[in-house]
């Protein structure tokens, strides 16, 4: 592989299900990201982790959660999915220079809907 | 608080140039970055500017105003291929890229 993969493409979730979307970067890259893209909106930021072992919360986080277990995968999970969640989630990866946080590269995408 | 506005929707023809404006609001600022999305797809990176004046980078060049709170995204010679989002997003104090909603830009021949 190479640059980030995301998985699945696609779901169509009934809610109340928990549910994990996958992600893994091949970059070596120590930040990562997930944000979640809505028609007519800016991508919102739901979770960031700038090195293996930590992350934060970002603009959006209630009713997901994420680890860092390693510096490859930064999976994101839906504890108990609603229709609100229904959107378009990219997770991205960036390097973090002497001077701060570098260019985000982002993966395909997930196309969720909770039903 | 913190905010970008760029235009929603930008019209142009093919082989003419555009200019799409963006303007910023943040707690702190570390650069302006340019992204493009084709529909259904993830966005790829154009563009930074973390000081004033304008970058040139082959069709595309980027301009910001740090004083102004302003940049811009111009493209050249428009090609059909060039139809897509462009996303304004600037770097706040924190490192976190605050995202503007998109221009979408509809080339036609």
């Known amino acids: 592989i190479a640059g980030i993969t995301q998985a699945p493409t696609s779901q169509i979730l009934a809610a109340g299900r928990r549910m994990t979307l996958r992600c893994t970067q091949d970059m070596r890259h120590n930040a990562m990201y997930w944000y979640r893209q809505d028609l007519g909106l800016g991508l919102r930021l739901i979770h960031y982790s700038n090195t293996a072992g930590t992350t934060g919360k970002g603009e959006v986080p209630d009713g997901y959660s994420v680890s860092r277990a390693n510096t490859d995968d930064f999976p994101l999970t839906l504890a108990s999915a609603v229709p609100s969640q229904t959107s378009v989630y990219f997770c991205?990866?960036?390097?973090?220079?002497?001077?701060?946080?570098?260019?985000?590269?982002f993966g395909p995408g997930t196309r969720l809907t909770v039903l | 608080g913190q905010n970008i506005d760029q235009p929603t929707e930008m019209t142009a023809t093919e082989g003419a140039i555009v200019q799409i404006n963006c303007t910023y609001q943040?707690?702190?600022?570390?650069?302006l970055f340019w992204y493009q999305q084709h529909a259904g797809e993830a966005p790829t990176f154009l563009s930074y500017?973390?000081l004033d004046g304008l970058e040139e980078k082959g069709r595309f060049s980027s301009f910001l105003s740090r004083s102004k709170g302003y940049s811009y995204l111009l493209l050249k010679e428009l090609q059909m291929k060039d139809s897509a989002s462009y996303l304004c997003a600037a770097m706040d104090s924190n490192y976190q890229l605050i995202w503007g909603a998109g221009t979408k830009l509809i080339i036609k021949p």
């Open positions: 991205a990866s960036s390097d973090v220079t002497g001077t701060g946080i570098d260019t985000q590269y």
């Open positions: 500017n973390v």
């Open positions: 943040t707690s702190g600022f570390n650069g």
